[in-house]
């Protein structure tokens, strides 16, 4: 496959870009979507890119066959993603649920704008509930929460192995903010940082013959006949998902040895909340940083510990949604007694501004 | 530098997000920590457009800001529409030729400019390079670019033009020298 | 003989107006035709307008008439549960070449063939206006759009959808189904009216495709979006009625 960046580069793009670009760089080879602002501008690109190192479009007919063509896709061994926002999440998780029934390698890029409905097609921290837990089964996801367009290249390159070393449905979770600012990153091809890219690799369509008996035909499926077969599935793919769990969990932590109060965020909130610790901090308000990278799986181990170890007397949670955050922690750290302040500002930005007064209000 | 936040607003078609662009591309080339991110919404569709940019040595926070440092309106109805950036640390810039009421202007903020810049454009220069003179005047406001690495970016945008008609190389360039004189000048006079 | 003088509709909202659609867009013109047939109809006080996601949204306080807004595609089944719970109320489906044909297909298809009795006006502009112009069913074969940068290509993507002559197929005869243009409005009219009466003397289903401009994500000027209109959607684009239960020139 062409080589797409062949030296390091910086640039100074949109998120929707930079995740073009980033999935390129990470040999991905095809791509199945359907517009939605605020991700229209990942097709733009790709579609002007593409072609030029021979990979693959399609603009299908809506998103559940968006999802499912992608989910054809990696069944045949080719690296291929879709992305979406609001509604066309809402659509996909059909196509994503039978990703995590039958274990199917996808990407998705999920840029949130503000709901229920059709919102707005702005901004939030909505989707936080629908990209980690949606659909009937047991949330068997892998969700990289980002907030720099540094960010955004490395956990596309990275969710493209992840989905295929771990064969679990791997979402990066942007925003409508992500997707349009432009600011400064850097593009690399993972090679030369020595990211090895997983091989990916058909689960039907396989070589050999079956005719001249060479190999057995591959019978894939997503419905059991008995309540038993099904519950040994569940149990399995469960403990394989809870097995791996602790070798992708991502998460950062400032200032949290002696912090009185923890500000936990995520996403693009997460930069408001890193200003936020640093001015209070100057003003002698011992404030600490906890940001899960990872919402699925969730640093739960490393949050109670940071909690743990500071001695801190409240958790302050701040997201642009009213609680989905907060409810995912909440389940997450379950018995610990600290209390929990919230700022919740469903499908608004959160500046440091706001955290502060928060802070200020209840310490 | 410390953080400068500056908010940009016109109506469509006035080259509002070209220039914000052009601006913020300017201080990447520098080095310098920038962001800039559109309004983007249905009301965009004849609603004013705003760019926000925020331009910082240092890592830049959330993409978006409650108060600017500098609020530029670049249409009457830009100029009640982006009031609410103002605190008193602004600086609010709008067109001297707009009949706008004065209870639509930010009292709060620290200085209210009017530059004549479509008076300019239209006498001086031409009509076009409108948006050009608000550029100038920005970095004249902010210094948040060098002058050079200004032109250079017009250069970058707009090379491909310039290529065809040389004559627009120097318009657009005497553009940005003017308004960045018009807004030295303007902060000069009567501080407040 | 006497021109009508182009009088604003009894049945528009006035606090909405001027509308909030681009200078030169075709929806004002269809929604300007459809209100003078409730005008003339005497229907505007049982009429339920719901409109789709796509320009049409812009619609949603468009007229003096009970309203609701749907989700993209989603605009049929919501005007056939109104109608099949509430048959004295008259249900206008308002909806773009996207939300019709490709998102919301199956939906047209099977209230089509189950004969609601709805009437549907889709507009055909070629394009996704809302989202900024990529692909829809309708794009014309090697039309640029944001996703065929480099021109339409049937062989990837197929060739136009073409809707009328397709539930045509799919109705029985007493489904009325036509093909409109705005640029020619007194057809235009006609054919919406027709749509309508279909649905009040409880014949069947009425579907109504008007092809519509869109110089914003065409980038054409004035002279060039009635020349693409004119010259190359209506070429690609029979104009007429299909199925009509009233006989031909039906009044
Ligand atoms: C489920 C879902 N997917 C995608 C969108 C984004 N979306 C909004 S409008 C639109 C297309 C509109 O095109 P069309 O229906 O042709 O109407 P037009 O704007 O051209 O009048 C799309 C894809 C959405 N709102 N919901
Ligand atoms: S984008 Fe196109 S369809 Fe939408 S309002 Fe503008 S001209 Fe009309
Ligand atoms: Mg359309």
Known sequence: MQQVITESKKAFMTGNETAAWAALASGADVMFGYPITPQNEIMHYWTRLAPQYGRGFLQTEDEISAGFTVCGAVQSGKKAFTATAGPGNVLMQEPFG??????????????????????TVIYSQQEVALTTFGGNGEGWRIVYSTATHQEIYDYVIKGFNTAWKYRFPTFILG??????????????????????????????????????????????????????ELYDVVLKNTAEYESISPEIVEYEERQCEDAEIIILSHGVVARAADDAVKALRAQGIKAGYFRPITLRPYPEKQLRAAIARSGAKKLLIAESAYGQFYRLTRQEIYGETIPMETLFMPGVGIIDYDIISKVKSIL | MALVKIALAGEGGQGVQSVAEIIAEAAYNEEKQTIYIPNFGLEQRGGVSIAFIQVSDERIGAPKFNKADVVIALSERAVGRTAHYSDENT??????????????????????????????????????????????????????????????????????????????RELNFKALELGKQMAEESLKEGGQ | MQTVAPATPKSWYLPTKPHKFCPGCGHGIVLKALGDVIDELEIQDRTIFGCDIGCSLLSWDFFACDSTQTHHGRTTPVMVGIKRARPELITIGYMGDGGGYSIGSQHLLNAAVRNEKVTLILVNNTNYGMTG?????????????????????????????????????LTPDSAYVARATVSKYNQLRRFIRNALRNQIEGNGFSFVEVLSTCPTNW?????????????????????????????????
Request: aromatic share 8%; net charge negative; glycine share 10%.
């Open chain 1, 175 to 228: 925003d409508g903010y992500q997707a349009k600012m432009r600011e400064p990153l850097e593009m690399y091809d993972p090679e030369t940082r020595g990211i090895k890219m997983v091989d990916t690799y058909p689960l039907i369509g396989l070589d050999g013959s079956i005719t001249n008996a060479e190999r057995e035909p591959q019978h894939l499926c997503n419905i059991y006949s008995l309540e038993e």
């Open chain 3, 219 to 251: 980038r054409t000027n004035a002279q060039q979006t009635w020349h693409f209109l004119e010259d190359e959607m209506e070429h690609y684009f029979p104009v007429g009625e299909l199925k009509n239960p009233f006989g031909k020139g039906g009044k």
């Open chain 3, 133 to 169: 112009g990529q692909m829809a069913p309708t794009t014309l074969p090697g039309q640029k759009t944001e996703t065929t940068p480099f021109g339409r290509d049937p062989e990837l993507t197929g060739y136009p959808t073409k809707g009328p002559e397709f539930i045509a197929q």
């Open chain 2, 91 to 168: 600086l609010f810039v709008y067109d001297s030729g707009f009949k706008v009421d004065e209870n639509d202007l930010p009292r709060q903020a620290k200085k209210i400019i009017g530059l004549p810049a479509i008076d300019t454009a239209n006498k001086e220069l031409h009509p076009r390079v409108f948006n050009i003179i608000i550029m100038g005047a920005v970095i004249g406001l902010t210094n948040i670019v060098d002058f050079e690495a200004a032109k250079k970016a017009l250069e970058n945008k707009l090379g491909y033009k310039f290529e065809k008609n040389p004559d627009l």
């Open chain 1, 98 to 119: 039978m990703a995590e029934g039958m274990r199917l390698p996808l990407l998705a890029i999920i840029q949130q704008r503000g709901g229920p409905s059709s919102g």
